[in-house]
């Protein structure tokens, strides 16, 4: 399925059912008094994070979303049904934004959680609301309400504990392969990687954390070299950010601290918050270095870059010092993780625990 994350929708609510405005009319009742009965209420729209959901793409063909009108209220005391109600599912890790004044509508970052992004208009009052003691036949209704009208503008943000950033072919791919169920494409041409990839590192019972990787970023990302700053966003939600960098390139030419210094150029244009997350460098391909000379290639680059950070040297091809790396992480994410609220105390209870 092709992966889709921006989309633009525009729902409209449906309208409040008119007020009926109506006289009770028997044989042998000469007054039967009014019986108008009140409109329905418009039908409202929802939006829905789905667990089971991973991209926008059906709001790529489907643009207008409507929910029903409200019925009209009927004479004989009848009362308008409510339109029905218009649920719309998306991926948890949504935002959706007004596309007109950029305000955050709702932002689904948990499964199952449930917005209204347009209400449905309310429904007009029949002639019998209007019955009183100096008013017994009254001939007057109001119309129903128009439903609210949005443009919409959803952003998919992948909902990740770490991401992993780096230059196109730095081992990203084949990282989050060998230490996740992941199991993206990989070869030997950049920009293999053309969307973003999630998987689920389970290190032992209960023990577990989501890594996101995004296509590798490039010098002048931001003046749409590569594949620009589009799949950055998915960074955002993470608590942690992993720089992979590779110590053998292919290019005798290549300097992998050149080609890291870039990166974090380019993520600071992106989003200052972003470039401030914790980042831990990690040096990858160490098995394309002789033996002899790693401990001193490893020296370098840590001391020109001027890492304050973690630094990690592993081989994801070769599956090597990456059990280290993983203990680490899920120590830190778990670190990280905001704290679950206390269950408030019944105080029927607490006076029996006394």
Same mark, same amino acid.
């Given at each position: 399925m092709k992966f889709i994350d921006e989309a633009q929708i525009e729902v409209f609510a449906g309208n409040g059912g008119n007020g009926c405005m109506s006289f009770r009319r028997e044989k042998f009742i000469p007054f039967g008094g009014p019986?108008?009965?009140?409109?329905?209420?418009?039908?409202?729209?929802?939006v829905q994070a789905d667990s089971n959901l991973n991209t926008l793409i059906d709001f790529r063909y489907?643009? $207008?979303?409507?929910?029903?009108?409200g019925e009209h209220g009927r004479g004989a005391d009848q009362f308008g049904a409510a339109g029905e109600d218009?649920?719309?599912?998306?991926?948890?890790?949504?935002?959706?934004?007004?596309? *007109?004044?950029? *305000?955050?509508?709702?932002?689904?970052?948990?499964?199952?959680?449930?917005?209204?992004?347009?209400?449905?208009?309310?429904?007009?009052?029949?002639?019998?609301?209007?019955?009183?003691?100096?008013?017994?036949?009254?001939?007057?209704?109001?119309?129903?309400?128009?439903g609210e009208q949005r443009k919409l503008h959803l952003e998919l943000k992948v909902l990740a504990d770490?991401?992993?950033?780096?230059?196109?072919?730095?081992g990203k791919s084949t990282f989050i392969a060998a230490v996740s169920n992941a199991?993206?494409?990989?070869?030997?041409?950049?920009?293999?990687?053309?969307?973003?990839q999630l998987g689920v590192v389970r290190l032992g019972e209960g023990q577990s954390f989501v890594v996101a990787d995004i296509p590798g970023l490039i010098e002048g990302a931001a003046e749409g070299?590569?594949?620009g700053h589009q799949f950055l966003r998915h960074l955002q939600r993470t608590r942690l950010l992993l720089h992979l960098v590779d110590v053998a390139p292919f290019d005798p030419e290549a300097d992998p601290v050149r080609d890291a210094r870039s990166v974090i150029a380019e993520l600071k244009k992106y989003d200052p918050e972003l470039a401030a997350k914790p980042r831990w460098l990690v040096l990858n391909k160490i098995?394309?270095?002789?033996?002899?000379?790693?401990?001193?290639?490893?020296?370098?680059?840590?001391?020109?870059?001027?890492?304050?950070?973690?630094?990690?040297?592993?081989?994801? $091809?070769?599956? *090597?010092?990456? *059990?280290?790396?993983?203990?680490?992480?899920?120590?830190?994410?778990r670190a990280a993780a905001p704290a679950e609220p206390e269950p408030p105390t019944d105080p029927r209870f607490a006076q029996h625990e006394q």
């Open positions: 019986d108008g009965g009140d409109g329905g209420r418009g039908g409202h729209v929802y489907q643009r $207008l979303y409507r929910a029903r009108n218009m649920l719309l599912r998306v991926p948890v890790g949504t935002l959706v934004r007004d596309a *007109e004044t950029d *305000e955050v509508v709702a932002d689904l970052t948990q499964s199952g959680q449930r917005i209204v992004l347009a209400h449905g208009g309310t429904g007009g009052l029949g002639n019998l609301r209007f019955k009183s003691s100096t008013n017994r036949a009254p001939r007057q209704s109001t119309p129903g309400q128009p770490v991401g992993l950033l780096g230059m196109p072919n730095a199991r993206p494409k990989i070869a030997d041409y950049p920009f293999t990687t053309l969307h973003p070299a590569g594949l098995d394309m270095v002789p033996a002899e000379e790693r401990k001193a290639r490893v020296a370098d680059i840590v001391r020109r870059l001027r890492h304050k950070g973690p630094v990690y040297v592993i081989s994801a $091809l070769a599956r *090597e010092g990456l *059990e280290p790396l993983l203990r680490a992480i899920f120590e830190a994410v």
